[in-house]
């Protein structure tokens, strides 16, 4: 395997071609955050919080850390007043969807970003669904039952993660999903099922 | 029908040629009408009926040749129909006309005036398509040829010349040379991308993993362009040629045609493309037997506006749902099942056999040092003449507007002019003088894109567009990245609100925040450029988004929540039309007296507006009403 050296926040760092800056900044201690990212699954790229800014070729650009290979000779910046600013504002949009009442590492996230969760939440009127899309308990769901009893229905706006009524056989109960949710979403217990789109269809409430 | 020659060798493909040509007499009278999507919808379907029809009447049927045409891109006159060997060009046909075209043109030799082109400005006609202004300022590389051909007939593209550049390719170049001469040309992706064809190609060709796959990208989906339709509908074997030149220049053996289920005559036109390519020996094993093999599949998109991008268009054709993925690694070296895939707009693989039979030199001469060749836009909107114009890169927008546009309709002035589609960019007045390629729409904020060119007038309001912009993308967005989906959502609510007069002060900050984060950090170009309309609305036309929020005032007077309609007494003449079109009674008054706006009870609908012959009806916007006029008031009749 061939070793390439790049610089992530002026650490010079050795690793193999083919990792992601993500995973060789994880490995020389360099925190960069994400919410879709979860080690094992598949690169998503969906939540876009984990964006960093590269230099290459003397062009600087802003990419996600998670999908993006390491190549010999980038410089990678994690935190500048710029980056901050774009995660700031990507997890007020998350806020639209997900609500305030999260948990988990979007909580965190906000606090540390100092990111108002209401901003942008204040201007579009609609129901919290306290999930921001990032599709781990898909991808996770897929490795787990080597099928999936979720999945996405609806797209932009109307995306939403739902369990397939005719593959609701497949779910194991392993409970993995409700482990890997970044906003505290799924819950196999409290007053609300997990995935309340479908519930509301099967039990003919919608 | 005679048999099919299974053309086995360039000499074959000349013979055939030769024999094309020598069995047509280009002095027999012929008739051709176009019977692409726009003059079909216009009804070119009823006058090739009726030719057909009239010349069985005449017993004309074995002295005249009607013939199946593609788009020649001025659809608002069509149908269009050429009248051979005179050369004249009808526009506007209807099966009633088709009689006397037969007796008085191909009988007599005579023109039917009225059906020629008619120069709105000067009143002057045009006999032939080339002194049309609309087309004496194009170049007309790519589509030239659909005026000529058959769609269905693939003789009639060989007798072009036709599949020469395939022969020259497979027997007289390596792929090596292939791809050399392209990178000559220096082509960019017609798609909007603008990449360099060449290296794209040599990308794919160089990565690791078999099978490879060349691809063509015929997903157009932008509102008001169609010249990715016109070109696969009216010239499919052009763009079959470019792809199977380039499967041999990468080293694939497979290709697919991404087309919209939406355009069924594409859709048709490239099949039957396909099949007697395959017949001819142009396709399939052994091409012309060279020992190359190559097959071709079409795939029908189902109608995402996103698949068009290279990513999502791959995950589509796997079967899967058009959503995009991360390209860190270009769709070049992993694409369709993790494979090396070259994608290429349908007007990119079309340019390729050209650039081959006339060298890459030659190509680069036309257009600019960094835009090399034709580029085709969908020249739409308040313009006199609308259609797809082909031109050399670097017109100017002026020439594009005035010349071959014919300038703005009813003496307007001009606004504004969005180029590259919905995530286009609206270019204000002062860069009319903006050398079209590339990288100069770039610079300004906007783009090259599919070719959209919607030119907008002083009666547009630059708000309103944004937001119009704004809620499409929001509808095709595939909500996969947050920036796009959440971005889109809350750029539509604000734009909303503020064209309907509920804008706060600190909007115009909220949307450039959001923007920048957008373009930013999207995943996909649809994300990263879905805040170009937005973002030059309010870099060129800030003082609307000022008057809007903080005047309440629309001043095109387009956003119907900030307008009121007022009918002024010293011109009404109490005709009582807008009163008795008027669907909600709002508008007072009566016989012989003047009318007036009852504001409490008008939904700002503006018919009275339209019927008003007296340009008494008004729009006011962020002006106070003037008090309606004394009861019984009598109209100040004119020229009294």
Redo the contacts between chains.
């Keep these: 395997m061939k070793i390439v050296t790049l610089k992530i926040d002026d650490k010079e760092i050795k690793t193999e071609e083919g990792t992601t800056i993500l995973e060789a900044a994880k490995r020389a201690g360099v925190e960069i955050p994400t919410l879709c990212y979860l080690e094992g699954l598949e690169?998503y790229?969906?939540?876009?919080?984990c964006?960093v800014e590269i230099e290459r070729r003397g062009r600087s650009r802003?990419?996600?850390a998670c999908?993006?290979?390491a190549e010999e000779g980038l410089k990678v910046v994690t935190r500048s007043p710029k980056i901050d600013?774009?995660r700031k504002?990507?997890i007020e949009?998350?806020g639209?969807?997900a609500g305030e009442d999260v948990a988990g590492e979007t909580r965190a996230l906000a606090s540390e970003y100092h990111a108002d969760l209401s901003r942008?939440r204040a201007?579009?009127s609609m129901e919290p669904t306290k999930c921001?899309?990032c599709?781990i308990c898909v991808r996770r769901c897929i490795e787990a039952t080597w099928d999936s009893a979720i999945g996405?229905i609806?797209?932009?706006?109307?995306?939403r993660v739902v369990l397939y009524p005719e593959r609701a056989g497949t779910c194991a109960i392993c409970n993995y999903c409700q482990r890997v949710c970044p906003t505290g979403r799924i819950s196999s217990t409290g007053p609300d099922p997990p995935f309340p789109h479908v519930d509301d269809v099967l039990s003919g409430r919608k | 029908m005679e048999t099919v020659k299974c053309i086995s060798s360039p000499e074959d493909l000349e013979k055939l040629r030769q024999e094309i040509i020598a069995k047509r007499e280009p002095s027999k009278p012929s008739v051709s009408v176009c019977v692409s999507t726009g003059c079909v919808a216009l009804g070119a379907w009823r006058v090739m009926e009726a030719f057909k029809a009239e010349l069985d009447k005449q017993g004309l049927k074995d002295e005249v040749e009607i013939k199946e045409t593609g788009c020649l891109g001025f659809c608002e006159q069509g149908p269009r129909v050429t009248v051979y060997p005179q050369e004249i060009c009808y526009l506007k046909v209807k099966p009633e006309d088709v009689p006397e075209i037969v007796s008085k043109t191909i009988l007599e030799k005579q023109i039917v005036e009225r059906l020629l082109y008619t120069d709105r400005a000067t009143g002057g006609t045009a006999q032939k398509l080339e002194d049309i202004p609309f087309y004496k300022y194009q170049l007309r590389l790519l589509l030239e040829d659909n005026a000529k051909i058959d769609p269905k007939n693939i003789e009639d593209y060989i007798a072009l010349g036709g599949y020469c550049a395939l022969a020259k390719s497979l027997f007289e170049m390596t792929p090596e040379r292939v791809i050399e001469e392209i990178k000559k040309a220096n082509l960019r992706g017609r798609g909007g991308g603008g990449f360099p064809t060449g290296l794209k190609w040599e990308t794919t060709r160089n990565a690791l993993g078999e099978p490879k796959y060349v691809i063509v990208n015929c997903d157009q989906g932008d509102p008001g362009a169609f010249m990715d339709r016109s070109l696969m509908e009216g010239n499919p074997h052009s763009v079959l040629e470019g792809l199977i030149i380039g499967g041999y220049a990468i080293g694939a053996h497979e290709g697919f045609v991404y087309v919209r289920e939406e355009y069924p005559i594409a859709v048709e036109s490239i099949s039957t493309a396909i099949r007697q390519a395959e017949e001819y020996g142009l396709l399939g094993e052994n091409i012309m037997g060279s020992g190359f093999n190559f097959r071709v599949k079409v795939h029908r998109g189902a109608g995402?506006f996103v698949s068009g991008e290279s990513s999502a268009l791959m995950t589509a054709i796997e079967g899967k749902?058009g959503e995009p993925?991360?390209k860190?690694?270009h769709t070049a070296v992993k694409g369709i099942w993790d494979k090396p895939s070259c994608l290429n707009n349908d007007k990119t693989w079309a340019t390729v056999p050209l650039i081959i039979l006339r060298g890459g030199q030659w190509f680069r001469r036309i257009g600019t040092e960094g835009s090399s060749g034709t580029m085709i836009f969908s020249l739409v909107g308040k313009v006199n003449n609308t259609g797809l114009v082909e031109v050399p890169m670097g017109i100017t927008l002026r020439d594009l507007i005035y010349k071959i546009g014919g300038g703005i309709r009813g003496g307007k002035r001009f606004k504004a002019v969005q180029t590259g589609g919905p995530s286009g960019g609206l270019i204000p007045e002062e860069y009319l003088d903006l050398p079209v390629d590339f990288d100069e729409l770039t610079k300004v904020g906007s783009m090259m894109g599919s070719g959209g060119m919607v030119v907008m007038d002083e009666d547009i309001c630059m708000v309103d567009t944004a937001r119009y912009f704004v809620d499409f993308l929001?509808?095709?967005?595939?909500?996969?990245?947050?920036?796009c989906?959440?971005?889109?959502?809350?750029l539509s609510?604000?734009l909303n609100?503020v064209c309907e007069g509920k804008g706060k002060d600190e909007d115009v900050q909220?949307t450039e925040?959001?923007a920048?984060?957008m373009r930013?950090?999207?995943?996909c170009a649809l994300g990263q450029t879905a805040a170009n309309p937005v973002l030059t609305s309010l870099k060129y036309f800030r003082d609307e988004w000022e008057q809007h929020i903080r005047d309440k005032r629309c001043s095109a007077r387009v956003c119907k929540a900030l307008i009121n309609y007022y009918i002024d007494p010293e011109k009404c003449q109490a005709c009582l039309f807008c009163l008795r079109e008027c669907p909600v009674g709002a508008v007072q008054g009566g016989k012989d007296q003047v009318h007036w706006v009852d504001q409490e009870k008008c939904v700002k609908c503006g018919t009275c507006y339209e019927v008003c012959n007296f340009d008494a009806v008004k729009k006011l916007s962020g002006e106070p009403i003037p008090p309606h006029p004394p009861k019984g008031m009598k109209p100040v009749r004119k020229g009294k």
């Design positions: 690169p790229g969906a939540c876009r919080v964006s802003i990419v996600a999908c993006y290979p600013k774009i504002t990507i949009l998350a639209v969807m942008f201007r579009v921001i899309l599709g996405f609806g797209r932009g706006v109307n995306r | 995402a749902v993925r991360p860190y690694v929001l509808e095709e967005s595939c909500g996969k990245c947050i920036p989906r959440e971005g889109l959502r809350v609510k604000i609100d909220t925040d959001i920048e984060t930013e950090a999207s995943l």
